[in-house]
């Protein structure tokens, strides 16, 4: 399962940097954005201890942990370097399609087991393997952790954390219910500047907050196109019906692998998918950005085969806790917000966020929130935020201790792959406004959308036991 994510900079803390608490200091769900926060600032050792989640015990704080990891090329292959580089973890068995890939890998992994597919490696190693990362293209993200989790392994998936909505709600779903440890690849999670700039959203540094605009330099890889109608060889090196996995067959063409795949309905997510779960994160943990009520987007111009060229999608939230209704708009193919938006910054940023409220503003220059500004009058206060030992540490550390890390997938990373995910229902509706029912998972006031929520899946690659 090869993947051609692109890592973000290497901007996590240290351990130095993390709070020391016992793991009696767990806390409980948090009932509100501002709970959120604190309690997170309680949990300790660099991660929160969510609410009736507790983990399996199959690994010990003493314990090494035995990771196999699912796609080793390009995220992949980052993946893989920092979880070898965090001691106490061994990993057991490497998968990929590409034996390419699969062999670079092997020379640094010697003792790993060597997979094309991950379900024989699930058959044949399960009770070897204690935790599965995954970081493979985003339709194959669901049935290889929800395979992983039902077998009670604990799981790192890279973000977009799934394909569809109705994967993401799955996912938080199936964690808790198995018990598992789990977090999703937003790295920007464990930055303490993102983590501080939640917190002052919580402490009401802006007031009533009205609107907030997303925008990125993606697409980096071409959309709006047609299916390719050439047919040439498949690889040798390319296990392609295993590439395929979930989806409806097709042949091969470098179209789609290795990297520009991300631009096509049936395996990516588009540029929306591709960078929202880093990009809008600071915005969603701090405003608690869920089940928005509706999305409308403009865009270049769609078709039933890739994203298009550029798009602006509008979000309507309504009432959340003490956070008043608002407005989102996502900007990507080169778009981005009016300079006034941004009144005292010098130019726009390639790629950013900029929340606007009645006390003024805070600007995130990237994507990952490394670089918080306060605009407009607002006054930044001391507040308290949880710092973290480092993003996979998080992980690895709460499979020792029995806890949750951030961006966990019940609590944290599936309400935020929902909300991300819901925007490209609207590219979809050809400028037509979608109302979203978040309790039942239905899309309203545009028809042929249901396939877009909840697809269809290739005989043999389902998320279905």
Request: aromatic content about 8%; overall charge neutral.
């Amino acid at each position: 399962m090869v993947s051609s994510k692109t890592p973000p900079p290497e901007n996590t803390p240290s351990s130095s940097e993390a709070h020391n608490v016992s793991s009696e200091q767990a806390v409980a769900p948090f009932s509100s954005r501002r709970d959120f926060l604190k309690k997170s600032a309680l949990a300790g050792a660099g991660f929160w201890v969510a609410g009736n989640l507790h983990a399996s015990a199959r690994v010990s704080v003493n314990d090494s942990v035995n990771v196999a990891c699912i796609g080793v090329g390009g995220q992949g292959q980052s993946d893989t370097n920092n979880l070898r580089r965090i001691e106490g973890v061994n990993v057991v068995a490497i998968c990929d399609i590409d034996e390419k890939n699969l062999g670079g890998a092997s020379r640094k992994f010697k003792d790993a087991k060597q997979y094309f597919d991950y379900r024989e490696m699930f058959d044949k190693m399960g009770k070897s393997i204690d935790a599965v990362s995954i970081a493979t293209p985003d339709h194959t993200h669901a049935p290889a952790a929800l395979r992983a989790m039902r077998r009670g392994l604990h799981v790192y998936c890279q973000k977009p954390l799934t394909h569809t909505i109705y994967e993401a709600r799955l996912m938080g779903k199936v964690a808790r219910e198995n018990k598992v440890i789990t977090q999703m690849g937003n790295q920007g999670t464990a930055l303490s500047s993102l983590r501080e700039g939640a917190a002052l959203l919580q402490a009401g540094v802006l007031g009533r907050v009205s609107e907030i605009h997303v925008w990125t330099n993606r697409p980096v890889w071409p959309q709006g196109a047609d299916r390719p109608t050439e047919t040439p060889p498949v690889p040798s090196h390319i296990h392609w019906d295993l590439w395929l996995g979930a989806a409806q067959e097709r042949n091969f063409h470098p179209a789609y692998h290795p990297f520009k795949w991300r631009g096509w309905w049936d395996f990516g997510t588009g540029a929306l998918g591709d960078m929202a779960c880093h990009t809008l994160n600071l915005a969603f943990m701090g405003l608690d950005l869920r089940d928005p009520l509706s999305v409308k987007a403009q865009t270049s111009g769609t078709n039933n085969e890739t994203f298009p060229k550029w798009s602006e999608i509008e979000y309507e939230f309504g009432q959340q806790g003490e956070r008043a209704p608002l407005k989102l708009r996502w900007y990507d193919g080169g778009r981005k917000p009016e300079a006034k938006l941004l009144e005292g910054v010098e130019r726009v940023p390639n790629t950013g966020l900029i929340i606007i409220g009645e006390k003024g503003a805070l600007l995130s220059e990237g994507d990952y929130g490394q670089k918080i500004k306060l605009l407009g009058g607002a006054e930044k206060v001391e507040v308290d935020y949880e710092r973290s030992p480092g993003h996979f540490k998080e992980w690895i550390q709460g499979i020792q201790s029995n806890s949750q890390p951030m961006s966990n997938f019940p609590d944290y990373a599936s309400p935020l792959t929902e909300t991300v995910l819901l925007g490209n229902l609207a590219l979809k509706a050809s400028g037509q406004k979608v109302l979203w029912d978040a309790k039942n998972l239905k899309a309203t006031g545009v028809e042929g959308l249901d396939a877009i929520v909840n697809k269809e899946y290739r005989k043999g690659f389902g998320i279905e036991e």
